[in-house]
């Protein structure tokens, strides 16, 4: 089946520092990636959707100058933390589709979780 | 905007039984898709069965079935013959079939299943 391939899978950084976490589709193209961001015991929340070689969707709420994404290719989208703080500490899941229509099903990368100290 | 409600955070099944997950949901949409997730404590989404609003049959994957009720937009989750295994957090989750950006999952908040011996 397609694999969603993420990496980091734990990271540890200081305050003020920036995190890329990336997230592959290793036998698809990924026309459409999502990220979510989820909390300890709660659910995912979505922050964006990125169509690939466009501008990525924010969802409200959402910096997008705190939390960059870049979708350069059909395999590979982006999520950079910027000037991270202990507050963005959280459990960060990408998702990728073939194509932009509804029908087609999404396949989640392994997570990334992310301490800031 | 859909919403996604599971009104159960935690039950409970011994192995060998049946055990039934509560979903509801809100939306003004005719066509669209509904989806029981699994998150074991790897915390890898898998993707357990999916259910298309316009076929009027439940969806079944072996031990897995669904109770979909368009009208009172209600869609459950039975899982019988309970294993060890299925212990994780399941999450209920909507999306219309739309395309693009509009066409994204809402899930619900999520139920802890813990089986017992």
């Known amino acids: 089946g397609a694999v969603v391939s993420q990496h980091p899978s734990r990271v540890i950084c200081k305050s003020g520092t920036s995190v890329k976490i990336e997230c592959r589709s290793l036998d698809f193209q990924a026309t459409t990636m999502f990220w979510y961001r989820q909390f300890p015991k709660q659910s995912l929340m979505l922050m964006a959707t990125s169509n690939e070689g466009s501008k990525a969707t924010y969802e409200q709420g959402v910096e997008k100058d705190k939390f960059l994404i870049n979708h350069a290719s059909l395999t590979l989208s982006t999520l950079t933390v910027t000037s991270a703080h202990p507050e963005d500490s959280s459990f960060y899941i990408c998702?990728?589709?073939?194509?932009?229509?509804?029908?087609?099903?999404?396949?989640f990368g392994d997570g990334t979780r992310l301490s800031i100290l | 905007a859909q919403t996604v409600t599971q009104s159960q955070p935690e039950m409970s099944v011994q192995e060998a039984e049946t055990v039934t997950l509560s979903c509801t949901y809100d939306?003004?949409?005719?066509?669209?898709?509904l989806f029981w997730y699994k998150q074991p404590p790897s915390r890898q989404m898998i993707l357990v069965i999916r259910?298309?609003?316009?076929?009027?049959q439940n969806a079944t994957e072996n031990r897995f079935s669904v109770n979909f009720q368009k009208a009172a937009k209600s869609f459950s989750l039975k899982i019988s013959d309970s294993q060890l295994g299925d212990a994780a957090m399941y999450f209920c989750?909507?999306?219309?079939?739309?395309?693009?950006?509009?066409?994204?999952?809402?899930f619900g908040t999520g139920t802890r299943l813990q089986v017992t011996l």
């Open positions: 259910q298309e609003a316009y076929k009027q």
């Open positions: 989750a909507y999306r219309p079939r739309g395309a693009g950006t509009a066409s994204k999952l809402t």
């Open positions: 939306t003004s949409e005719s066509d669209y898709y």
């Open positions: 998702s990728a589709r073939l194509g932009f229509s509804g029908n087609q099903p999404q396949h």
